[in-house]
């Protein structure tokens, strides 16, 4: 008989005691045994966020056989892929295994099934047993190896009308496009920072759809080809290559653009850090800075924000919003050139 489980994982937590697994220094990822209320995953893909990814690549010179021993050893510290300098995880591809048997009839899922985790793998019970590819210019690294899904745990069944490696691309990110959809309204002006990215492209269109005719989306990149490729998409009314870690420069090419009304919205999809001066600096007092970014200092963005005098609200990257993995694929059935630029980048 299988052992009754906490519905949030606490039972899998080694230490500290009493805390949840994401905070957790350690947790058991011990997939011999699964309890009653977990689901046992056949991982094939590693979907890294893309603030840890970028970190590690930096942390081991790029040099492929570096990253393999740096993922290992974060598994085997702490049981779980929580980058230990970024605090973040990521989300997996793969296939269901087993179903706990408190779980049976409780849920949709069946052996079998091929799914994306919707939550970080910052929390997630990991095993890696090899890596079989890194594909560092997208952050997937595909491996063989198992993970546990808990009762609270979201996931997303991987569509029939779209590739495994398509649909994990841009799960990876649904949380920003939805969470766009709830905080633009027509007539905004909208800065989407990082506009070029994964994330961005996605928040791109989805905000031009809702700010409609008489709204504004601008789009910031960071490299030529990044910047080319989204005028291309043509989703934003201007597109403009700059420094994300310059606050002072890029408020004032924003104010060009806006007559000096500056952004309602900002949105900020950036991997580095310190780029939560220039959010607050190009948003309105009365607006609002959605932070998507993982690698965001709410420190920095709190006293910065109090430094300059700014009553901007700022909102903390949720990578959850209610229906946010059906909304982010609709995204790339509705749009052809969406789909086509993920197919290419991503998949």
Request: charged share 25%; glycine share 10%.
């Amino acid at each position: 008989m299988q052992k009754k489980g906490n519905k949030y994982g606490t039972h899998r937590v080694i230490e500290p005691k009493g805390v949840l697994p994401q905070p957790a220094n350690k947790i058991d990822n011990n997939m011999d045994e699964i309890w009653d209320n977990e689901i046992l995953i056949d991982v094939k893909t590693l979907n890294i966020d893309s603030a840890s990814f970028t970190d590690i690549k930096e942390r081991a010179n790029h040099d492929e056989e570096k990253i393999k021993q740096i993922m290992f050893e974060i598994v085997e510290k702490q049981g779980k892929h929580r980058n230990p300098w970024t605090g973040s995880g990521g989300m997996l591809l793969g296939t269901v295994e087993k179903i706990g048997d408190a779980l049976v009839g409780k849920t949709d899922l069946k052996v079998g099934d091929k799914i994306a985790t919707l939550v970080s793998l910052s929390l997630t019970p990991l095993r890696i047993d090899k890596i079989k590819e890194i594909r560092a210019d997208v952050d997937q690294v595909d491996i063989d190896g198992k993970a546990i899904l808990f009762e609270s745990g979201i996931y997303a069944k991987i569509p029939d009308d779209m590739s495994e490696k398509l649909a994990l691309s841009a799960l990876d990110v649904a949380g920003a496009p939805a969470q766009t959809a709830k905080l633009c309204k027509p007539g905004d002006i909208v800065l989407i920072i990082g506009a070029g990215g994964k994330s961005g492209m996605l928040c791109c269109y989805e905000a031009k759809k809702r700010v409609g005719i008489t709204g504004k989306v601008i789009g910031m990149t960071h490299s030529p080809k990044s910047t080319e490729r989204l005028k291309k998409l043509g989703f934003c009314d201007y597109v403009f290559a700059g420094n994300a870690t310059n606050p002072v420069e890029t408020m004032e090419k924003l104010a060009e653009y806006t007559g000096g009304e500056m952004a309602d919205v900002t949105i900020n999809n950036v991997n580095i850090t310190d780029t939560e001066m220039t959010s607050i600096l190009c948003t309105k007092d009365t607006g609002v800075v959605y932070f998507f970014s993982m690698a965001t200092s709410f420190t920095k963005a709190a006293l910065g924000a109090e430094g300059v005098g700014s009553d901007v609200t700022m909102i903390v990257g949720n990578g959850y919003t209610k229906g946010h993995a059906a909304i982010t694929l609709e995204l790339l059935r509705e749009s052809e050139k969406l789909r086509n630029i993920f197919e290419e980048l991503y998949a």
